[in-house]
């Protein structure tokens, strides 16, 4: 029926005409080094878009009335430009979330944010406890994030984010961040750990158990005002689904701006193979949106391939393409980590050292470094 959520479902796989929401990383420059790092972000790129061609962007997001963009990196705040950026983004009409470690948010920052309006800040953490975040974001990053949470209370910015990659050394942490977020009358926003960046070097290591999944499904499910970007909508096959879309957005309601420019279709799968234009290209961003091939092409009608006998795959949609494309499965095969098992028999069959590589990578390898608590 019209306006049923299934309908709108229908209808937002074939594509938008500009993206609900954009992920924009201004830098691959970074002060921290976390194992997981999507952009594998450590140092910046000199052929990074200049601020004259940020602002073009911003102009070109405005005339698409793309309702907000999620602004990341690296760590976007290093950029000299970057307030700069974000005052022109909201005086134009373009809502900014951005997403950061804390490092550079003084007292002064705080209040500075706390008076701009259309803003939404994200702070990142990955563990509850500074033993558990600093194993995979660095030493001293759990401190630093914490003062940037009391200087923007201190500020009266409002109930920005606390945002978590959900991995399997944090799952016994999940009421312990509800309530830090309740204690600075935050938003807790989970989010999934994908094969992607550095992150294709510790997923093996880091993504949460079978059991660990039915025990975050359990809790998301019990907790509808956790925020997820729809990060978990494979974890829907284990019965109720979880609020959101329950789809892969990518080239149809999301896609990802690089710091050079380059336009692909998912903010976790940095690979030629799905790289779309640049916004340095004749028509801008505008034109890879809306004349790409590759957008055009995952728009289209896809089948169920190797899941079709799976009773589950209206629920879960096949999962995710970034973690099936950086472990090496086929994108119509099942999620690495399908709640059905699947995806586990898959991962099985790939030859080792058969999955692509993902770039581009800016830093030197990192390792998790495990530590006591206390």
Same mark, same amino acid.
């Given at each position: ?44 790129d000199p052929? %990074? ?6 602002l073009?962007?911003?102009? $070109?997001?405005? &005339? ?7 602004i ?16 022109y *983004? ?12 804390? #490092? ?10 706390? /008076? ?7 702070? #990142? ?8 975040n600093?194993?995979?974001r ?25 945002s ?7 799952? /016994?942490?999940?009421d ?5 977020? @309740?204690?600075?009358?935050a938003?807790l926003?989970?989010?999934r ?5 550095r992150?294709?070097?510790?997923? *093996? %290591? ?34 109720e689904?979880? !609020?959101g ?5 990518a ?7 690089d710091?050079?420019? &380059? ?5 976790? =799968?940095?690979? !030629? $193979?799905?790289r ?23 728009r %289209?009608p896809?089948?169920?391939? /190797? ?10 949609q096949?999962?995710?393409m ?14 690495? %980590? ?9 991962? @099985? ?6 999955a692509p590589?993902?770039g581009?990578?800016?830093?030197s390898?990192?390792?998790? =470094? ?5």
């Amino acid at each position: 029926m019209p306006g049923s959520p299934s309908r709108l479902t229908d209808d937002l796989k074939h594509g938008l005409d500009a993206p609900i929401c954009l992920t924009w990383e201004l830098t691959y420059g970074c002060n921290l080094a976390c194992v997981h790092c999507l952009s594998s972000s450590g140092r910046r790129d000199p052929d %990074e878009l200049r601020t004259d061609e940020l602002l073009r962007v911003v102009d $070109e997001l405005h &005339d698409l009335q793309v309702f907000y963009v999620n602004i990341g990196g690296g760590e976007p705040t290093i950029r000299p430009d970057f307030y700069d950026v974000v005052d022109y *983004a909201v005086s134009r009409g373009v809502g900014v979330k951005f997403s950061t470690n804390g #490092s550079t948010i003084t007292p002064e920052k705080a209040q500075r944010l706390a /008076a701009t309006d259309y803003l939404d800040v994200q702070i #990142s953490i990955d563990g509850a406890l500074a033993a558990t975040n600093d194993a995979v974001r660095g030493d001293g990053s759990y401190a630093t994030a914490r003062r940037a949470m009391d200087h923007l209370a201190e500020a009266g910015f409002g109930p920005f984010k606390i945002s978590v990659v959900v991995t399997r050394h944090n799952v /016994a942490e999940l009421d312990a961040f509800e309530a830090l977020a @309740a204690h600075y009358g935050a938003q807790l926003r989970l989010t999934r750990l994908r094969p992607s960046g550095r992150g294709a070097d510790t997923w *093996a %290591e880091l993504h949460p158990t079978a059991g660990q999944q039915v025990e975050l499904y359990r809790w998301l499910v019990d907790r509808p005002g956790v925020l997820t970007g729809d990060s978990f909508f494979h974890l829907s096959a284990l019965g109720e689904p979880l !609020p959101g879309l329950n789809l892969c957005g990518a080239g149809r309601v999301v896609c990802l701006i690089d710091p050079v420019g &380059d336009v692909y279709a998912c903010p976790f =799968v940095l690979h !030629p $193979e799905f790289r779309a234009g640049s916004v340095r290209d004749p028509g801008g961003f505008a034109h890879v949106w809306r004349g790409s091939e590759l957008f055009r092409s995952l728009r %289209e009608p896809t089948s169920a391939g /190797a899941c079709a006998s799976c009773g589950a795959y209206d629920a879960c949609q096949g999962g995710c393409m970034a973690s099936k494309f950086f472990t090496g499965l086929p994108l119509d095969g099942p999620d690495p %980590e399908c709640v059905r098992g699947f995806g586990e028999a898959a991962l @099985a069959a790939v030859a080792a050292g058969s999955a692509p590589v993902p770039g581009p990578v800016h830093s030197s390898p990192v390792r998790l =470094v495990r530590k006591p608590a206390g």
